[in-house]
């Protein structure tokens, strides 16, 4: 897996709220309170980076290392909402 060109901040959603870590240092980032869905877009936009660490790590082909599989599984499990023994199950 290729290591990113910059480090992004973590994202986590926090109901309709996002909010981006950065070392000791938190800003809210995002607020869907407004949407009927809100909660659920929170949690997308806040799994959007891990989601793009996932893809790239699976475009860059060949087999995936247990702790590829691992970031793939964890990024699916944000941005789904399911745990990660049903990403691993609905995957396996």
């Known amino acids: 897996m290729t290591a990113p060109k910059h480090t992004p901040p973590e994202l986590e959603a926090y109901g309709p709220y996002v909010s981006a870590r950065r070392g000791d240092t938190t800003h809210q980032v995002a607020d869907c309170s407004m949407a009927q869905h809100g909660a659920d877009y929170a949690r ?49």
């Open 44 to 92: 997308q936009f806040a799994a959007s980076v891990d989601m793009l660490t996932a893809l790239e790590t699976v475009l860059a082909g060949g087999h995936l290392t247990t702790g590829e599989q691992a970031i793939v599984a964890n990024a699916i499990a944000k941005a789904t909402g399911k745990s990660i023994d049903e990403v691993l199950r609905i995957g396996g």
